[in-house]
């Protein structure tokens, strides 16, 4: 199970960090990362990054402005948003997938006013 939180209602320009929490699985070998829905569209991978290597991937539209991170100790997986937008505007989902298994949180709300 994923929890996720941090989201909110942010100014075009602002920051905000988004946390994610796994209980009952460990991040250990997993891909774990982040999508995000906007009204009307379909959900997109944002950012991943695989535990084995470390090797991270983010959609061109973020490149240089969000960072996403874990703490295996913790367990916790973050997205750390910088320089945001309007069109960042979307419920923020976590994800992790382990041996084959897909694993989500219930979604966080970002919303950027201009």
């Known amino acids: 199970q994923l929890q996720a939180s941090g989201g909110g209602l942010v100014q075009a320009g602002g920051s905000l960090r988004l946390s994610c929490r796994a209980s009952?699985?460990?991040?250990?070998?997993?891909?774990i990362g982040w999508f995000r829905q906007a009204p009307g569209k379909e959900r997109e991978g944002v950012a991943c990054i695989s535990q084995t290597d470390g090797r991270t991937y983010y959609v061109d539209s973020v490149k240089g402005r969000f960072t996403i991170s874990s703490d295996n100790a913790e367990n916790t997986e973050y997205l750390q948003l910088n320089n945001l937008t309007p069109e960042d505007t979307a419920v923020y989902y976590c994800?992790?997938?382990?041996?084959?298994?897909?694993?989500w949180g219930k979604g966080t709300q970002v919303t950027v006013s201009s």
């Open positions: 009952g699985f460990s991040f250990d070998n997993a891909i």
């Open positions: 994800n992790a997938m382990k041996y084959g298994l897909h694993y």
